[in-house]
């Protein structure tokens, strides 16, 4: 079975300033890794995936997120956010097939301040 | 590409009715329909998998007499919450694996049931 753990449920942060969100799992087998933004009220939008190949992975709106096998992480990093970033995130596994069972993290809640 | 909806968006019924729950694929063919349940300020619950044409799997503790799931076709799936309590109240949403990528998952806008 897997397990993320999403370290930070809250992360305020100024905009235009960096944000990094860590998201750590664990797993007997090879893994798929994704990050999923959720804005209130709605479902969830894939921002990214880790497949295989290069470990760095770059996504939609800027995002990009590093896969350290490791370390067992996949955090994910915007160097500037917005207003617009004020949003949930979650970071989820499966295993290395096709039709597999997403595992999410407990979620960050991103909160950008002017 | 990959757009998966759900109707309604909203929905409030009383005690003991049942409502149902479309999840469609809008220009895919999904070999696979997940359907999750998420409480305020939560994560989201697998709360079964479905097949096109065959029975839906369920998760550890999650009734299947109560949560009916059909999966008709290739491009829809169906969620009815039997004799509804209002502690069935939450945010349903589901997803769609899109035929070739089934290593992805791509999510519906979710359905807000209330029971009053």
């Known amino acids: 079975a897997q397990s993320v753990t999403q370290l930070d449920s809250q992360v305020p942060v100024f905009e235009e300033a960096p944000v990094e969100l860590r998201c750590n799992y664990s797993?007997?087998?090879?893994?798929?890794l994704f990050w999923y933004v959720q804005y209130p009220n709605q479902g969830l939008q894939l921002l990214l995936k880790?497949?295989?190949?290069?470990?760095l992975v770059k996504g939609i709106n800027g995002f990009e997120a590093e896969f350290n096998k490791s370390q067992t992480s996949f955090h994910l990093r915007k160097p500037s956010v917005h207003i617009s970033d004020t949003a949930e995130y979650f970071c989820?596994?499966?295993?290395?097939?096709?039709?597999?069972?997403?595992?999410f993290g407990g979620g960050t809640r991103v909160l950008v301040k002017p | 590409g990959a757009v998966v909806s759900q109707h309604p968006s909203r929905v409030i019924c009383k005690s003991g009715t049942s409502v149902k729950i479309e999840c469609r694929s809008l220009?895919?063919?999904?070999?696979?329909m997940f359907w999750y349940r998420q409480f305020p300020k939560k994560s989201l619950m697998l709360m079964a998998t479905?097949?096109?044409?065959?029975?839906?799997t369920y998760e550890q503790g999650v009734e299947k007499d109560k949560f009916l799931i059909n999966h008709a076709s290739l491009t829809l799936s169906t969620l009815t919450v039997t004799s509804a309590h209002p502690e069935d109240s939450s945010f349903y949403i589901c997803?769609?694996?899109?035929w070739g990528e089934g290593d992805t998952q791509y999510f519906g806008p979710g359905t807000r049931l209330t029971v009053l």
């Open positions: 479905s097949n096109e044409g065959s029975k839906a």
């Open positions: 989820a596994v499966s295993k290395k097939a096709a039709g597999n069972k997403l595992t």
């Open positions: 880790y497949l295989s190949g290069s470990t």
């Open positions: 997803s769609a694996n899109r």
């Open positions: 797993s007997s087998v090879s893994v798929y």
């Open positions: 220009d895919f063919q999904a070999t696979t």
